[in-house]
């Protein structure tokens, strides 16, 4: 079946990085996605990783793919107050639909 | 480029109600799908428009409906509203269905059921 965890909370200290982790289940998922959430608002498209890829890089956002353990994580360097949010991992299912984790809610504090 | 904007942003219906929610997509996409996001969860597929035609659909009731028009604007129909209906209603947009194109989703109409 169709399945995404994350881990449902992180706390970083201002300055440093934070890693989001993410594992999925359909290994026939051609993209993988980072989207952000912050309060009130709706999804900010953040990054996205071809499956065949083991890792991108965009300013200070790092994607790492395990294809093997069907394992995604999202690195932020030097996470600042403005990153406080919660992130969603999705893997795109049939009809390009997404299917989405619960959600890692990121607290920064100085 | 206009994103993809929702309307009504809030609504508030009592049980057995019907609703219509509105998206109109993000300029050049002709695709937009629809997620139901309760609180303290990640959104769930509803279903695809795409072509004017649903183009598949996520485990919702037949009371759950939508349409595409011809400009790629979608609405979303709910019919016999029930308690478990209140939810964060998001609309995304794509270039086309299946190419992988990532989804772009507007600020999403926050439903009320009394």
């Known amino acids: 079946g169709e399945d995404v965890e994350q881990s449902l909370f992180l706390s970083v200290r201002e300055g440093d990085s934070s890693v989001i982790n993410c594992t999925y289940t359909d290994s026939s998922s051609t993209y993988l996605y980072w989207y952000k959430q912050e309060p009130g608002a709706g999804l900010q498209l953040l990054t996205y990783?071809?499956?065949?890829?083991d890792m991108k890089q965009d300013q200070r956002l790092t994607v790492l793919l395990n294809k093997k353990d069907k394992h995604l994580s999202l690195r932020i360097a030097d996470t600042q107050t403005g990153d406080s949010a919660i992130y969603f991992c999705?893997?795109?299912?049939?009809?390009?639909?997404?299917?989405f984790g619960a959600g890692t809610r990121l607290a920064v504090h100085p | 480029e206009t994103g993809v904007t929702q309307s009504p942003t809030h609504l508030i219906k009592t049980r057995g109600q019907q609703v219509t929610l509105r998206c109109s997509s993000q300029?050049?996409?002709?695709?937009v799908s629809w997620y139901q996001q309760a609180l303290g969860q990640g959104p769930q597929f509803i279903f695809q428009y795409y072509r004017e035609e649903e183009n598949g659909r996520g485990n919702f009731p037949p009371r759950f409906s939508g349409l595409q028009f011809p400009n790629y604007s979608s609405e979303l129909n709910v019919n016999a509203l029930e308690l478990d209906d209140s939810a964060l209603y998001l609309c995304?947009?794509?270039?086309?269905?299946?190419?992988?194109?990532?989804?772009?989703f507007g600020d999403g109409t926050r439903l009320s059921i009394l």
């Open positions: 300029s050049g996409h002709n695709t």
């Open positions: 995304a947009s794509s270039l086309a269905p299946n190419s992988n194109q990532p989804q772009h």
């Open positions: 999705a893997e795109s299912g049939g009809y390009n639909k997404l299917i």
């Open positions: 990783i071809f499956s065949n890829m």
